[in-house]
Structures are given as C-alpha cells and as structure tokens.
C-alpha cells in the first residue's frame, strides 16, 4: 500500500513540474519581459518608485516633474556615425519628453484661459478652476499671461468686427470664448511655448539598449526638473549672491568611469558632500581620422558641446529676452506654416542666443577617450563640463569666463567592461 502511494506521489509531482514547464502563460510573461524598450524601464521605474509622470509630487522634501522621453539611434553601432547620432538621440529624448509635458498641460492652459476670459468679460464660472502647483506656475509663467492676452485680443476684435455690444451680448462672448479656447492655433501655441519654456530639465536617469550587431538602438531618458534648477537655470544668465545648498551627497570623483560617461551623456545636477548643487554636462565625439590632430578637434567639438549644453539648460530664461515670442509663435500657426519648422526656428534661436550669452565659471572637469560597447573599433574623446554657483563667483573675482581645472587629458582610456545594456546611476535633485 505504502509502495502504491508513493508511485502516485511521484507521478502526480512529475505531472505538475511537466505542466509548470509547459505554462504558456509564462512563456507569454517570459517573452513580453524579454522585449521591454528603455521607455517601459522608464515607466516602470517610475510606477516603482510610486511616481506619477507630468504632475508635481512630493519625494521627501522637495516638490518634483518626472517625465519619460525616449528616441531611437537611426545609425546602426556598426557606421562611423553611430556615436553622432546618439548624441542626437540623448536630445531628442529630452525634446520628447518636453513634448509629451506640453501635450499634458495643454487641456489645463486651455481651460485656465477660457475661465480667465470669462472672468475678464464679467462672466460667472460655475466651476471653479483648480490651482497650479508652485512648481508649474514657475514654468510656465513666462508665457501664460501672454497667451491669455493674445486670445482676449481675438474675441475682442471678431466683437468689434461683429459691430456687437459686449456688455449686451454675453452668449455670443461665451461662444467666442470656447473656440479660441479649442481651436487648433491656441492649442498649438500653447504646446510651442510649453516645450520651450521647461529650463532646468535634467536627464535624471538614462536606459539604453544597444547590442553589438545590432540594426537599430533605442534609449530613454528620465527628465526631472524641481524648483532648485528652476534658480540653477536663472543664475546661470543673472549671477546671484543667494548660495544653494541641499543635502550632503558625494564628492564628485575627478575621474569618471567609461560607462558613467557612456550613461551620463547630457545634463545632470550633483550634490557634492557639503550640498552644494553642481550643472556637469557630458558630451562625446569622434575623431574623424586617427591622427593628432582630428583627436585635438574632436576634443575641442566634445567641449563646445558640453559647454553648450550647460547654456542650454537656461532655455526659457535665455529665449524668454526676446520680445514678443509666444505673439510671434501665435502669428506664424495663424498664417498656416508648419510646427516643426516653428519650432525647429524657436530652437535655433535659442541656441544662438545661449552661446551669445555672457556665462561665466563654465569649467571642463574631466575629459579623456572612450569606447561604446556596441562598436570597440570607435575611440571617441569625452568632455565632462561643470559649472556651479560657487564657480561662478570665482570667475567673476577673477574677471573671467572659462577656467580650466588642471590640464586636460586625451590620452586613450582603457577598454570598457563588456555589457551591451546600459543604464545610469541616478543623479541627485
């Protein structure tokens, strides 16, 4: 009896191990785990963290924006071009993820300028509106009053133009009121002049997957902005004798390691052990031949660059000294040209404007080679910029611009360990 139970013990056991094996619905999970892009690491980063993307939340005692921006690396890592247009890719990561906030906030603006109008023409709001986060109101307070201003104009003129009493004619105002605040060239505006006004966006965390062979690579990019680069993005333009100053982090190391360089491409803020916050900006870029001097240039590329990226991180604050650009946005969508030229043009002049910019204590503080682990053949030269409030005081006692820490270093650096996913350390806020 006892031997006949322990048979059916062993072919029920065999049974169930045989139809776990054989679980299709594991199979499923296994499959669909296997295909995650660096953009679902990114949302499931965030869900882990028990964030929420587009609206500001509370970590601790600071008031933060996450967002997830993600892009493909159009050149393959086998094509000399491969580390260029993942440069590219690292910023249109972030220009994804300041479109996907626009199109968020968009709904918002639109009603907060429907209630505002009928508020300006004397008519009652049944519902009153919700009110934005400090932190919102700070990004988007350089246009919103604008954009409110150029729709109040609209439906004065179609008034004017109807030859109708405003004060008699309160249903015809209503109306005028809900297309202006719908129609597709406010709405457009409003996501042109959103995009270009979120300064103080940093890449908080970055997942990329890049295989050697591979046809294709794809990254994402976690973007945070708080109200402390908020006032980093400010001082940068306006030098400011206030000192910033958060928790006690770690010192910044000297040298960075190839894959926190590979990982850390573009902006990120570090906190040092006394707090002190820091702007490091990392850019790469590829000798075109293998002599001495197409290394030289190539360094010289990757530090303007870097250079530039820090300037960049004012945007708003730099685009927001030209007159008049959320009218002259509204005016180019109302006389039908194309959003991505308009935007590409608001882009351009911001770049043109930082780079004019009068920004000092910029400091290279780290450079050397580097090799991505999709392509070994590729020896690209790394520049790691820095800049800090502290910096820029110093280079302001001393009446200068750029100071260089130390000498700088092209020397090759060593082969990097071999893995083909990478994923940075996350920076600090």
């Excluded at 006949?4 to 013990?9: A, D, G, H, K, V």
């Excluded at 619905?25 to 669909?32: G, K, P, Q």
């Excluded at 970590?59 to 996450?66: D, W, Y």
Aim: proline share 3%.
């Amino acid at each position: 009896m006892v031997n006949f139970l322990i048979i059916i013990l062993f072919i029920f056991s065999t049974q169930l191990v045989f139809s776990q094996e054989n679980d299709p619905y594991a199979e499923i999970a296994d499959i669909i785990a296997s295909k995650k892009t660096p953009l679902d690491e990114c949302n499931d980063y965030v869900n882990q963290k028990g964030w929420e993307q587009f609206v500001p939340i509370n970590v601790g005692n600071k008031k933060i924006l996450v967002i997830c921006g993600s892009s493909t690396i159009n050149e393959p890592p086998s094509s000399k071009n491969f580390l260029s247009s993942r440069g590219i890719a690292f910023d249109l990561a972030i220009l994804d993820a300041q479109k996907s906030y626009s199109e968020f906030r968009s709904n918002k603006i639109s009603e907060k300028i429907s209630y505002k109008l009928r508020e300006g023409f004397g008519i009652e709001n049944k519902d009153p509106i919700k009110k934005d986060d400090e932190l919102t109101k700070e990004i988007e307070e350089n246009f919103f009053d604008k954009l409110f201003q150029l729709a109040n104009l609209e439906i004065d003129k179609k008034m004017k133009e109807s030859e109708l009493d405003v004060s008699e004619n309160q249903d015809k105002i209503l109306e005028e009121i809900k297309d202006i605040s719908q129609s597709e060239v406010l709405t457009k505006t409003i996501n042109t002049s959103t995009s270009i006004s979120i300064n103080g966006l940093q890449s908080f965390k970055v997942w990329e997957d890049c295989k050697e062979g591979a046809k294709q690579c794809k990254l994402a990019i976690l973007a945070v902005r708080t109200a402390e680069q908020g006032f980093l993005a400010k001082s940068l333009l306006k030098p400011t004798s206030s000192f910033l100053r958060g928790e006690p982090s770690k010192a910044l190391p000297e040298k960075f390691t190839p894959k926190q360089i590979l990982a850390n491409v573009g902006t990120r803020i570090k906190r040092d052990e006394n707090g002190d916050y820091h702007i490091l900006a990392t850019s790469i870029s590829l000798p075109k031949t293998e002599t001495g001097q197409s290394e030289k240039i190539a360094y010289e590329k990757a530090k303007t660059d870097a250079f530039g990226m820090i300037r960049r991180f004012a945007g708003a604050k730099i685009q927001s000294k030209t007159e008049k650009t959320v009218e002259q946005i509204f005016n180019e969508y109302k006389n039908g040209e194309n959003e991505n030229e308009i935007i590409d043009k608001f882009n351009q002049e911001t770049e043109s404007l930082s780079k004019s910019a009068k920004i000092k204590g910029i400091k290279i503080h780290d450079s050397g080679s580097v090799i991505h682990p999709a392509n070994k053949e590729l020896v690209a030269k790394y520049v790691v910029a820095k800049w800090s409030i502290g910096s820029q005081g110093q280079a302001s006692n001393n009446n200068m611009e750029i100071k260089k820490k130390g000498t700088t270093s092209i020397k090759k650096a060593e082969p990097i360990q071999q893995g083909t996913e990478i994923q940075s350390e996350e920076a600090d806020f």
